[in-house]
T-cell receptor
Framework: GAVVSQHPSWVICKSGTSVKIECRSLDFQATTMFWYRQFPKQSLMLMATSNEGSKATYEQGVEKDKFLINHASLTLSTLTVTSAHPEDSSFYICSARAEGAYNEQFFGPGTRLTVL | AQSVTQLGSHVSVSEGALVLLRCNYS??????LFWYVQYPNQGLQLLLKYTTGATLVKGINGFEAEFKKSETSFHLTKPSAHMSDAAEYFC????????????FGTGTKLQVIP
């Protein structure tokens, strides 16, 4: 149980284009989903927290107009990187928290984004 | 605010030897503490967590950790390393209570030498 999937697992795009990453909880309802960014050999940096049906809460320094998050259902959240640039290249990981699961998060396998 | 310090970005052990990964935390309130493992190009998998109760916590794959409030530590141990344990390990902390943000340490890469 508690499986989270991400799609795609990797993506390469040209500078200036937008990329959408999906995060799905496969066997539970995720009231809260988190989006992290991980640079090589570094820890996870929380980008934003999204609750189903409401606007995402972004961490300080994260551009909400650049990283659009939608959490339209209890099993799906999407992160759209708009007008991507090479500096946006990174490993993006989502996690999901079930109702009543308090602080335990279940992580997706991550998406490797490379912007040329 | 909470924070986590992982001592040693790289740790090497021989197969069969004791694994000890160090984690110290800072929290103004009673913390919840976690250890996660990450294999290359994968997400994080929860190894174990401490919330309340017994301070010695047992997790998956033979790992355990002990919450020591006096030392503000939550070190991860395994009596005998296996080749499959080679991965990146992250310690994390959050405030106690429901739905608190989790803060991750910088990670420790464990190498197991045959």
């Amino acid at each position: 149980g508690a499986v989270v999937s991400q799609h795609p697992s990797w993506v390469i795009c040209k500078s200036g284009t937008s990329v959408k990453i999906e995060c799905r909880s496969l066997d539970f309802q995720a009231t809260t989903m988190f989006w992290y960014r991980q640079f090589p050999k570094q820890s996870l940096m929380l980008m934003a927290t999204s609750n189903e049906g409401s606007k995402a809460t972004y961490e300080q320094g994260v551009e909400k107009d650049k990283f659009l998050i939608n959490h339209a259902s209890l099993t799906l959240s999407t992160l759209t990187v708009t007008s991507a640039h090479p500096e946006d290249s990174s490993f993006y990981i989502c996690s999901a928290r079930a109702e009543g699961a308090y602080n335990e998060q279940f992580f997706g396998p991550g998406t490797r984004l490379t912007v040329l | 605010a909470q924070s986590v310090t992982q001592l040693g970005s790289h740790v090497s052990v021989s197969e069969g030897a004791l694994v000890l990964l160090r984690c110290n935390y800072s929290s103004s309130v009673p913390p919840y503490l976690f250890w996660y493992v990450q294999y290359p190009n994968q997400g994080l998998q929860l190894l174990l967590k401490y919330t309340t109760g017994a301070t010695l916590v047992k997790g998956i794959n033979g790992f355990e950790a002990e919450f020591k409030k006096s030392e503000t530590s939550f070190h991860l141990t395994k009596p005998s390393a296996h080749m499959s344990d080679a991965a990146e390990y992250f310690c994390a902390v959050s405030k106690s209570g429901g739905y608190q943000k989790v803060t991750f340490g910088t990670g420790t890469k464990l190498q197991v030498i045959p």
